[in-house]
């Protein structure tokens, strides 16, 4: 069994920041590539950003390029989000996921239950 949580989530203004983890546990994180996603309202689950098994190769969608970073411990099971310069559309449900490397959500095999982001303007 492994299981995902995610925490850090919250409300802040345009151009503010959050961290958010996801911590794992069951067994090793380390054989898995871990990425973000998020849902917003009336949208599909938008892929956000993923990091490697190994720990160093990254991607990024176009939308928070510059702005999120993608990074992971794997000695406490545990990934992160930072992300800076928060904008109104970036409010969504963010949601920790462990698989393959890519970008689509069918090649994830492992989801927490998300945590809730809100951007005010």
């Known amino acids: 069994q492994l299981q995902l949580v995610e925490s850090g989530g919250g409300l802040v203004q345009a151009g503010g920041s959050l961290r958010l983890s996801c911590a794992a546990s069951?067994?090793?994180?380390?054989?898995?590539?871990a990425s973000w996603f998020r849902q917003a309202p009336g949208k599909e689950r938008e892929f956000v950003a993923v990091?490697?098994?190994?720990?160093?190769?990254?991607s990024y969608a176009e939308s928070v390029k510059g702005r999120f970073t993608i990074s992971r411990d794997d000695a406490k099971n545990t990934v992160y989000l930072q992300m800076n310069n928060l904008k109104p559309e970036d409010t969504a449900i963010y949601s920790c996921?462990?698989?393959?490397?890519?970008?689509?959500?069918?090649?994830?095999?492992?989801w927490g239950q998300g945590t809730q982001v809100t951007v005010s303007s």
């Open positions: 069951g067994r090793t994180f380390s054989n898995y590539a």
């Open positions: 996921a462990l698989g393959g490397y890519g970008r689509s959500v069918n090649v994830y095999h492992y």
């Open positions: 990091i490697i098994w190994r720990g160093t190769n990254t």
